[in-house]
């Protein structure tokens, strides 16, 4: 004799209906927009604008590949014909190219690391450490960022002359070891941080230094990031300090000063000019993709714990 079939309970038979062919909120699903654009609109408008912002680059490329002639025809030569990516060679060749992108990478390497090892020491020092007199020595050093570099430009010139760095590549390195951006937006970060982390390693015996290196600038890698980036674009297309600091030695040109030799009083050799600037521009494209995919990964995994 067969068992009787055991019925089947109401929650049963729904879960065994398919959702989609019930009415109602149980079955609805979350229709997506109908758009006359397979993109959004806006793209209409940003599209047309990131051309624009191109041509600069674009034109400096075709500019690259020229030859002097067709650098000063007028009306300007849109397509240069033979592409001619000797002038890059020739750049190199008639130059000391190799000397100034050293020089400008030692500086800015220098300055970059500095800068994040001692903002983020000065910067976690004002956002956590209570001290007497820090809400005036952090007003004082803000008031500074509204001081105009021409002003400091003749007393730093004479404070790195005493320390005999004229000509070198110090008078590049010291005066930047430090910024006071650095320390005001890592000091602004760092104060977003909840403190309980650091409270409960307090607790468990973990000393300041140990609490910023093992919590808190993990924890900051966006920001400190994004200082790097700032800091290398500042460093390394700086042309005024050095101009006024490296007055004789040529072997500590810069990648901006070597670019001002292309030019003359008479004649300048607009091609090379070009391609020496493209050559120059490659470490900071690079650099912005690489700090662009980093800035996703770093928002998109702030909140996780693990």
């Known amino acids: 004799m067969s068992s009787p ?40 408008i940003l599209a047309p604008l990131a ?55 030692l ?30 020595v952090y007003f004082l050093l ?20 005493d320390f005999g760095l004229i000509d070198r590549l110090g008078a590049l ?14 000091t602004q970060f760092f104060r977003t941080l909840p403190i309980e982390l650091e409270e409960a390693a307090r607790i468990d015996g973990a000393s300041r230094l140990t609490i910023l290196v093992r ?7 966006p920001a400190l990031a994004t200082l790097a980036v700032i800091q290398f674009m500042w460093t390394w297309n700086d042309f005024l ?5 490296i007055l004789t030695n040529q072997d500590a040109f810069t990648l901006q000063l070597g670019l001002a030799t292309f030019q003359g009083a008479h004649q300048s050799q607009w091609h090379l000019v070009a391609a020496a600037n493209i050559m120059s521009m490659l470490p900071v494209l690079v650099l912005f993709v690489l700090a662009q995919r980093f800035f996703v990964r770093g928002i998109a995994t702030q909140g996780l714990k693990g």
């Not at 500019?63 to 001619?84: C, D, I, K, Y």
């Not at 803000?142 to 570099?149: D, E, G, R, S, W």
């Open 5 to 44: 079939i055991a019925p089947v309970d109401a929650p049963t038979r729904l879960a065994r209906i398919d959702a989609s062919s019930l009415p109602g909120e149980i079955g609805m699903v979350e229709a997506k927009p109908n758009r006359l654009l397979p993109f959004d609109p806006w793209h209409l």
């Open 51 to 105: 051309v624009i912002m191109l041509l600069p680059l674009v034109w400096m490329v075709v500019t690259s590949l020229e030859t002097p002639a067709q650098t000063l025809h007028f009306p300007p030569v849109l397509w240069p014909g033979t592409l001619r990516f000797g002038n890059y060679a020739t750049t190199i060749r008639q130059s000391a190219f190799g000397t100034w992108f050293w020089n400008t990478t």
């Open 107 to 136: 500086v800015t390497v220098a300055v970059v690391l500095s800068n994040l090892v001692f903002c983020s020491l000065a910067a976690y020092a004002f956002a956590r450490i209570h001290f007497l007199g820090r809400g005036v």
């Open 142 to 161: 803000l008031a500074t960022l509204m001081v105009p570099l021409q002003v400091v430009l003749i007393p730093t010139f004479l404070i790195v002359k």
């Open 173 to 186: 390195i010291v005066p930047n070891l430090v910024s006071v951006f650095g320390i005001f937006m890592l």
């Open 215 to 221: 919590i808190v600038l993990p924890l900051s890698l």
């Open 241 to 245: 300090w050095p101009l006024v600091t």
